[in-house]
């Protein structure tokens, strides 16, 4: 072992040996965060000699106390808040009954991680944990394999129809010193269909961790907001398995934040599946972004999409990671990839890995990553017909992130998006 | 309407100057047009009126109603009437064509301390201006220029122009890339727009144009200069002799 690895580990095992164990509630996740605990301490916790820690520094991550956050005061509706959903709030991490909606939905099943059925053959709890410790290869994730040790919350949800509403799980934030695991695990059932809203601050330092399973012609739709906090630091990881002709459609809106690292791990098992993934994130000062991205394609004729989009000004940093692999076999695979930032100053910086890696012989795949200024032309076009200035810019930045914000699949929603950056501009000129 | 003098014009990043003491002065009302050889200025002129980057006005002044329009932004200049239908059309991906109308007219109506149209009566006047232009609600609908013909572009210019309703509307170059029938269209949407409180200032290398556009007075420029006036005649006499013998004749 090397002496870099050998401090690594010395490092993590210091950390964790802090660290109190949870107990309870059932065997199956018990079982699970052993395993998490001892695969932790054979790959350690990340550092910044990591390959995929290059851009974003994980100390603030990783040590044993968050930053203090300040409490965000809201001055604007609660997002998502003309939508029929079925509020699921956790405050601090702590899931609040009081301020949550009854949980009974017709055609899904939610329990609380904490309260969870003891069975040990429980249909949703048995998957705690599994696509997570399969979505550490090639790439190890182990901000993901903490959380599967230690996270005491979160929701099992269990979809067996296609439920009226949506599902919103809300984070408050009331502790600047909050440090927040949750873990949710969601099994759509073949020919199921649900809609998933996350939105809220969560906490000073938030690690979540969402693991989904899409059965077979099932659909899963993903819309998370997360902003408008400035002083948060996040790590979230999203895992999803997608069986055959199943649709998996995530969209991520992130305004604002010191430190947000957002990983999503997809593969697509089964053949025909689809998956689209899309991020809109605007940063101003103080404002670190990195969306990290593994899709497997390892099933025939499936559709994969990734289109991330950032605006960045003051200084504000945009990283992205992006990698389509496509195993041996996987063939007529159709896999897109853009990432694009529009840096609103000198300041501000973009990184981007984008990484094709592809063992079969008759796919399409094609990426892009650009990073570029506000189109001075198409300014003064639109200036030239009357629109002053800040409007016309605001009009271009809307422009440039419609592409992620189109993958939205529900208008109403993705006009609430539009309304939100609207606002967020409008405070962030000059 | 315009009053221009003694305008002189550089290149803001190096010492080039291209405007050397243009003066015009166009009517309330009137048609002209400004013909001339490739580099002499013509498109220059045009985009210093409508306030674009990258000159320097060095010396005179450009008056439009008495207002004296170069230190204004672009924005201000169009809310004070001035329109440029552009040489090349901004294809602008990701804004809708209907959008980009709607908050232009509402933001000059806001600068002009007017009320705003309403979503509705705006589509009423829309859908009546364009279908006078052959534009069908597609192309309202798609993003501003992207993947329209170049005929198309240009009548997307003239509608513009009618929604905005300006009082001094320029015409950069508007018959380039245009097939005869595309130009005839374009010619009928701004002869449909001459009223006696608004001017027009054509700016074309060809004749052709000025057939379908009767121009009250008609400037050669060349070097910078506007080197001769005259009547509708002296755009023919330009068709016909090129030109080489007008410079040649000023000189």
């Keep these: 072992m090397s002496a870099l690895k050998q401090r690594k580990l010395d490092a993590t095992q210091a950390r964790l040996a802090g660290l109190e164990m949870p107990t309870g509630p059932g065997a199956w996740i018990s079982t699970a965060r052993a395993d998490a605990m001892a695969r932790l301490r054979t790959m350690g916790l990340p550092s910044r000699h990591d390959e995929y820690w290059k851009y974003t520094r994980p100390e603030t991550l990783v040590q044993d106390h968050p930053v203090p956050a300040a409490v965000f005061q809201y001055d604007e509706a609660p997002m998502f808040d003309a939508v029929d959903r079925l509020r699921i709030v956790f405050v601090d991490g702590v899931f609040d009954p009081e301020a ?26 048995t998957l705690y944990g599994k696509l997570e410790t399969t979505g550490q290869t090639p790439v190890e994730r182990p901000l993901a394999t903490l959380n599967t040790a230690i996270a005491t919350d979160g929701v099992l949800v269990r979809v067996t129809q296609t439920p009226s509403r949506p599902i919103n799980l809300i984070y408050r934030h009331l502790d600047v010193n909050s440090d927040v695991y949750l873990h949710h695990v969601i099994k759509v059932e073949t020919g199921a269909s649900v809609t998933l809203l996350e939105s809220g601050p969560a906490a000073a330092r938030f690690n979540k961790v969402m693991e989904v399973d899409v059965a077979d012609d099932a659909m899963f739709h993903h819309v998370r907001t997360q902003g408008r906090d400035h002083e948060r630091r996040a790590a979230t990881h999203l895992f999803a398995r997608l069986g055959t002709r199943s649709v998996f459609k995530s969209f991520t809106l992130t305004v604002n934040g010191v430190l947000t690292r957002n990983e999503t791990v997809l593969e697509l098992t089964g053949d025909d599946a689809v998956a689209h993934l899309a991020g809109a994130c605007v940063g101003d000062g103080d404002f670190h972004h990195d969306d990290t991205v593994f899709v497997t394609h390892d099933a025939v004729n499936c559709e994969s999409r990734q289109v991330f989009k950032k605006v960045l000004r003051n200084g504000a940093t945009g990283v992205f990671q992006g990698k389509i692999l496509v195993r041996d076999g996987a063939q007529k695979t159709d896999g897109y990839q853009i990432s694009q ?35 001075e ?12 200035e800040s409007q016309a810019q605001d009009l271009l930045v809307l422009a440039f992130l419609a592409e992620a914000i189109d993958e939205i699949e529900h208008q109403a929603i993705g006009d609430e998006i539009l309304d939100r950056l609207t606002g967020w501009l409008k405070r962030h000129r000059g | 309407m315009l009053e221009i003098n003694n305008l002189h014009v550089k290149l803001e990043e190096e010492d080039k100057v291209i405007l050397k003491g243009v003066d015009l002065s166009i009517q309330s009302g009137s048609v002209h047009a400004i013909m001339g050889p490739n580099g002499s200025g013509k498109s220059t002129l045009s985009y210093v009126l409508s306030g674009r980057g990258g000159y320097e006005v060095t ?29 090349y059309p901004v294809e602008i991906p990701g804004v809708g064509n209907m959008t980009f109308l709607r908050t232009a007219v509402n933001a000059q109506r806001k600068a002009r301390g007017d009320e705003e149209m309403s979503s509705t009566e705006f589509l009423k006047v829309i859908r009546a201006k ?90 050669i420029m060349a070097d910078g200069r506007i080197v001769k006036t005259g009547g509708a005649d002296l755009a023919l006499e330009v068709e016909n002799n090129g030109y080489a013998d007008i410079l040649a004749e000023v000189a």
């Excluded at chain 1, 300041?347 to 094609?366: G, N, R, T």
């Design chain 1, 377 to 388: 032309e198409a300014l003064f076009y639109l200036r030239s017909r009357g629109v002053p």
């Design chain 2, 130 to 219: 364009a279908k006078d232009l052959k534009i069908d609600a597609d192309m309202l609908k798609r993003p501003v220029n992207v993947g329209f013909s170049g005929g198309e572009k240009k009548r997307n210019e003239i509608l513009q122009m009618a929604m905005l309703e300006p009082k001094m509307c320029i015409l950069d170059e508007t018959d380039s890339g245009l097939d005869v029938d595309a130009m005839k269209l374009v010619a009928e949407g701004v002869n449909a727009l001459r009223d006696a409180g608004r001017s027009f200032l054509v700016i074309t290398h060809y004749q052709r144009l000025l057939d379908h556009i009767k121009p009250d007075v008609v400037h």
């Design chain 1, 100 to 125: 949550s909606d009854d949980l009974t939905l017709e055609g899904v099943e939610i329990e609380r991680l904490a309260s969870a059925s003891r069975s040990d053959v429980h249909p949703v709890g």
């Design chain 2, 59 to 87: 010396d005179g002044s450009a008056q439009l109603e008495g207002q004296e329009i170069l230190g204004m932004d672009p924005e201000e200049r169009a809310a004070a009437g001035l329109f440029l239908a552009f040489q």
């Design chain 1, 341 to 375: 930032a529009l840096l609103l100053d000198g300041d501000s910086q973009f990184m981007a890995k984008p990484e094709l890696e592809i063992y079969a012989d008759d796919v399409a795949c094609s990426h892009g990553s650009t990073s570029g200024a506000i189109d």
